[in-house]
């Protein structure tokens, strides 16, 4: 392997492993890990043809890992940075899926002849998927996050109004500005702080009696 290579490669393992720790540190991740183990449990015992290299069967089981690896990780994109973290993912199970196909280090035996690179687009097929997949996902993560902001909202301004409390009041309660509690009712803010939100659910758990949860899937009650 000439120098340059070396180098290269130097530099795509530390990029991997840097955000393989990032998304080791996503509350999700053990998660992540559960499922690919169950998902990999499920393949059973690998046929005799899939244990040769280079054959039809070995590229169909070689990226059947691959896909469990990459839909058990789509959970941790969560945002640009996340979906960098992905791609990098990706690119980087590529190269290894190839490793596995062929038996040998991807700089030793890259996909060279008609056959050896359509096999390649078949991987690289596969990769340019789950990048669309997280892009998809980023979007729907964003139309979410207003709709659960708005919901809870609503129920702010119901809890206040049940407590008959003015803005202000609810805002000298929970120690934030007025325009704040406005904005948390009308859903402006995409998150509400977590502290903000234990703050609101103290306020109206001691004013109206009962415990109120203002979780997304709660309700005023």
Partial sequence: MLPFQVEKNRQRQQA?????????????YPIVRIQIYEEVSKLGEISDEACQRGTDARLAFVLLHFEIDAE??????TDMASQ???ITLLDDWTRKTWEKFTCCPFDFLPPLGDTGLSRWKCILDRAAHWVNEGNKRLVSLRVTA???????????RELRERCRMTIEEVA??????ARTVERHESGNIPSIRSKNLLAYEKLFSKRLGKEICLDSSSNVG
């Fill in 146 to 156: 207003p709709i659960q902001a708005m919901t809870i909202g609503k129920r702010l």
């Fill in 16 to 28: 991997v492993q840097a955000a393989i720790r990032r998304m080791e540190s996503n509350p999700d």
């Fill in 72 to 77: 058990a990780h789509l959970r941790l994109v």
């Fill in 172 to 177: 000298e309660a929970v120690e934030v500005s």
């Fill in 84 to 86: 960098k973290d992905y």
